[in-house]
């Protein structure tokens, strides 16, 4: 199966960069490393995703290892509205088989 | 442009009671999904629906049933709920394929006492 691992929590002070690793040492050639967050009482939200390179959008940025075993999401500078609990997920083209969300990591920012 | 909707938000039930949640999205997208999050625990998958006209077992099948309507509803039918189903219930869709980024509803808060 695949699967990540995360830590179960993170803190950051307000306005620094955070950086939330992930380990992925199954991962197959054709998996693609997907990241989302859940804010409280709303359902997970997209935040990047990539497969061998480096990716940056206007949330975040993912640096993934040269092996694709881990992976680390980065975000530039933290605000209050960050604190969610981040997930690092596998998805590939096998199907439901493939899908763990896992238990993510829970981000706190401290003000 | 609504995204993922699902009905309802919450709901009680009664042990044995039977219900089902309804999930429809807006995107034309090809695939759909269903996921529980029981608490403090990640989203485990249900049932997953890559296309119109077929459905695959997730993680957590047992005691679900699902209906993919037409392209863009996906329904999970509960025939006799428990107690352990008492949770959160997501749907999701993608444009194609588990490989594509899912787009959340915002899930439906079933208690069975």
């Known amino acids: 199966d695949a699967k990540t691992t995360q830590p179960n929590s993170m803190e950051s002070n307000e306005e620094e960069p955070v950086h939330l690793p992930c380990n992925h040492s199954?991962?197959?050639?054709?998996?693609?490393i997907h990241w989302y967050r859940q804010l409280p009482s709303q359902g997970p939200e997209y935040v990047i995703h990539g497969l061998t390179s480096n990716v940056n959008n206007r949330m975040a940025s993912l640096a993934i290892a040269e092996d694709r075993k881990s992976s680390t999401l980065i975000l530039h500078r933290a605000t209050l509205r960050d604190a969610a609990v981040y997930y690092c997920?596998?998805?590939?083209?096998?199907?439901?088989?493939?899908?763990?969300f896992g238990t993510g990591t829970r981000l706190t920012v401290i003000p | 442009n609504a995204g993922v909707t699902q009905t309802p938000k919450f709901q009680v039930l009664k042990t044995g009671q039977s219900m089902t949640l309804q999930c429809a999205q807006d995107?034309?997208?090809?695939?759909m999904y269903w996921y529980r999050q029981d608490p403090g625990m990640g989203l485990r998958l249900i049932y997953y629906s890559a296309s119109e006209g077929t459905t695959d077992k997730g993680e957590v099948p047992n005691g679900y049933n699902v209906s993919r309507l037409n392209k863009r509803e996906f329904s999970l039918r509960l025939e006799s709920a428990a107690p352990s189903q008492t949770s959160v219930y997501f749907c999701a869709s993608s444009l194609a394929g588990t490989q594509e980024t899912q787009y959340f509803g915002p899930g439906t808060r079933l208690l069975v006492l």
């Open positions: 199954t991962i197959s050639g054709t998996d693609y």
């Open positions: 995107m034309n997208h090809n695939s």
């Open positions: 997920i596998l998805a590939g083209w096998t199907g439901a088989n493939n899908l763990f």
